[in-house]
């Protein structure tokens, strides 16, 4: 009889982490403490991002919420190493991904037969439905999947990024690039070369890929927001600050909103 879906271990996928060195209780003891930067990422980027939610959309706090959504699912996985929790993990990683695109792909790049966000955005949903129940088909190749969308989003940011003139915008994109590079090399690193890092007693990549995927996805958020601001909010001045320290570009990248000639929405 097939283990329930609850059951630890149940997941068929097992990271390079030797499991429960550290506590009875939790099989991956780095990759499940290192979700902890989503839970302190998430709240914070709402906070930094509200005056701008108030003047595009209240929807930009739902994107921060599933960001702490998905580092509470990715603690329960990597504590378990369950299939459920493993589902729990993806599928919430593609909503995220999926609000993104239902909130902040630029009008310019929908589909030729939609007309307006709203049917864009319903568009999304039922993509993001169907891809969830195919997610249980072969949830080997899940995570694959997730990591092959990121080649369209670098796609959209070169195509962007070619017609701005900001200059705090093209670094925020080529650090948001680096960062996705590093964080993409630790996961494949884990993932494919397993056993040379337990040759150098070294099995933290995937921990790593937690904390880089945050920063990266904290970045890269911002750009988008930016290059939505420029159809969406044209009577809107945005510029790139950073948290905690406004006169550096280092730390947590936001969007002030520093002038609008439309009275702002009440928040």
């Known amino acids: 009889m097939p283990p329930s879906i609850f059951a630890r271990h149940s997941s068929e996928i097992d990271w ?6 550290q506590s009875e209780y939790v099989a991956e003891y780095y990759n499940t403490v290192t979700n902890i930067a989503f839970l302190l990422v998430g709240p914070l980027m709402m906070y930094l991002l509200h005056p701008y939610a108030c003047k595009r959309s209240l929807m930009v706090h739902l994107v921060w919420i599933m960001f702490i959504v998905i580092g509470l ?3 329960y996985y990597h504590m378990t190493l369950s299939f459920f929790g493993q589902l ?10 999926c609000l993104g695109y239902s ?3 630029p009008q310019p790049y929908f589909p030729r037969f939609i007309r307006g966000r709203s049917q864009f955005g319903a568009l999304i949903f ?15 190749v899940n995570a694959y999947v997730l ?6 989003i670098l796609y959209l940011l070169v195509k962007e990024i070619r017609k701005c003139t900001d200059r705090d915008i093209i670094s925020l994109t080529r650090v948001s690039f680096c960062l996705w590079l590093v964080a993409i090399s630790c996961w494949l690193s884990d993932r494919l ?6 040759s150098l007693n070294f099995c933290y990549l995937h921990s790593f ?45 936001y969007l002030a909103v520093t002038n609008a000639t439309v009275p702002k929405k009440h928040c």
């Not at 729990?88 to 991904?97: G, K, N, P, R, T």
């Not at 990591?147 to 369209?152: R, W």
């Open 16 to 21: 390079c982490e030797a499991n429960y060195l």
């Open 73 to 75: 699912f990715s603690m």
């Open 88 to 97: 729990l993990d993806e599928v919430s990683i593609l909503w995220v991904i």
């Open 103 to 105: 909130l902040w792909l």
């Open 126 to 140: 039922i993509v993001a439905f169907l891809s969830t129940l195919m997610s249980f088909v072969k949830p080997t």
């Open 147 to 152: 990591n092959s969308i990121t080649f369209h």
């Open 193 to 198: 070369f397993c056993n040379f890092w337990k």
């Open 209 to 253: 890929w937690h904390i880089f995927i945050c920063l990266t996805v904290a970045h890269i958020n911002i750009v988008f927001a930016f290059f939505d601001a420029q159809y969406e909010m044209p009577e809107c001045t945005l510029h790139v600050q950073y948290w905690p320290c406004k006169s550096t570009r280092v730390g947590l990248p």
